[in-house]
């Protein structure tokens, strides 16, 4: 059995995930918590001890880290005496950080797909690019390495896996709908990471459809869906990271991702990247400083983490399946709802956060356990789904169904 956790970052999903690996450190072990900015993770560290997430007494320590630093990060992975690495920092260390854990041994989890800062919206398979590349070296040295372990990508894969396995004979469609219905009070901001949440969308739109690849504009195909809770609502096709590994590994012909925006979201995004301040690419300004746009307009947006206090409403992400059964053509929704306020009050960040923070805990606890500790590289549909959503059930993070039976809670 593996224990003692090593997390890397210091943000919304970081809280999250500190005070889930609190809450189960008695299959854990110790926790570390490393990014640049020590003061961050004490202050993580402060606020466990605060709310007494701690099931048991155990180390719980802050530590400064460069995670792009591979020998840095293997120094400190063996200080900590960590066999579970939760990466929930820049996706642009994610190389550096499983490069580490591979010359250390110790099991390694991921939220989102690697990323080149200097560019935006890879050719896909983006999986194939990065992640993919180090598989063999994986499975030869017995690391296990769970990629895009948060919840899209990472539960609703396990939605797809399950629907697959045990709803369908086969399945022609796959659509991941992810609706934000709450409010932050903000004039502007994003969920989380800026950077990262702009660089989603200001490239090519790639989708899955009849088997192959096909690009569109951002905000060029919507569609509207009355969701369970939340009500009707307008999503956009957008290109997300678990598009390229569903289509590739369930081999199923069209698998497509939907996020829902609001017409102010959408104009304020629209001026911002009109005017090239959403560009990666650097710039010299009058004074002779040389700025990248996107960073700078990072710094004057809110802290996604200092949202969560005041945010209300409700998230539902699911998956909308359509494929055959029993020779019938069938549609389910399988999914999640999440409360912004009932998040804060647990563990003091918003719902975007606490939706991607539970999963990876729930993996490594899975990991802890041995049931996902594969000891090679692995995507969350080529996993068990069950166990997994059953922690996921337990952990504040429930599924549920609605089918031709209507809407219930699943259990499992």
């Not at 961050?40 to 099931?55: A, F, M, N």
């Not at 900590?80 to 929930?88: L, M």
């Not at 580490?100 to 041994?105: K, M, P, R, S, V």
């Not at 012909?253 to 301040?277: A, K």
């Amino acid at each position: 059995m593996k224990k003692n956790v090593l997390i890397i970052g210091a943000g919304g999903v970081a809280q999250v995930v500190v005070h889930k690996c609190a809450q189960h450190n008695d299959v854990l072990g110790n926790i570390h918590i490393a990014s640049r900015t020590v003061e961050k993770c004490q202050q993580l560290v402060d606020s466990v001890r605060e709310k007494g997430s701690l099931k048991v007494a155990g180390e719980l320590q802050a530590h400064a880290l460069d995670a792009l630093d591979v020998e840095a990060t293997k120094a400190l992975i063996a200080k900590t005496r960590s066999q579970i690495v939760i990466n929930v920092g820049s996706a642009f260390v994610n190389m550096s950080v499983l490069q580490a854990c591979i010359e250390t041994g110790a099991a390694y989890l991921d939220t989102a797909i690697h990323e080149d800062p200097s560019r935006i919206c890879e050719t896909p398979p983006w999986y194939a690019n990065y992640e993919w590349k180090r598989r063999e070296l994986c499975e030869a040295n017995g690391i296990t390495a769970i990629l895009g372990i948060g919840f899209d990508p990472g539960v609703v894969n396990a939605y797809a896996a399950l629907a697959v396995s045990d709803y369908f004979d086969s399945v022609s469609d796959i659509d991941i709908i992810d609706i934000n219905a709450g409010s932050h009070g903000k004039y502007f901001a994003t969920n989380f990471d800026p950077e990262i949440n702009f660089r989603e969308f200001t490239g090519t739109v790639w989708s899955w459809q009849n088997s192959q690849w096909v690009s569109n504009k951002m905000f060029e195909v919507k569609r509207t869906d009355d969701l369970p809770v939340v009500g009707a609502h307008t999503s956009y096709m957008t290109g997300h990271d678990e598009v390229h590994s569903l289509s590739q590994n369930l081999k199923v012909p069209n698998v497509r991702f939907w996020m829902g925006f609001g017409e102010h979201y959408i104009n304020v995004f629209t001026v911002l990247n009109s005017l090239g301040l959403l560009s990666e690419q650097p710039v010299t300004t009058a004074e002779g400083l040389e700025v990248v746009p996107l960073k700078v307009v990072k710094a004057v947006l809110p802290d996604p983490s200092s949202l969560a206090p005041n945010y209300q409403g409700k998230t539902c992400i699911g998956d909308l399946i359509k494929g055959k059964k029993d020779g019938e053509d069938r549609e389910i929704f399988i999914y999640n709802v999440a409360d912004h306020a009932e998040a804060y009050q647990e563990v003091g960040s918003q719902g975007i956060s606490y939706t991607a923070g539970v999963p990876p805990v729930a993996a490594a606890l899975l990991i802890a356990s041995g049931e996902w500790d594969v000891q090679k590289m692995a995507n969350v549909e080529e996993l068990p789904p069950k166990p997994f959503l059953k922690l996921m059930n337990e952990m504040g993070l429930p599924t549920r169904i609605r089918d031709e039976d209507g809407d219930r809670a699943l259990d499992f």
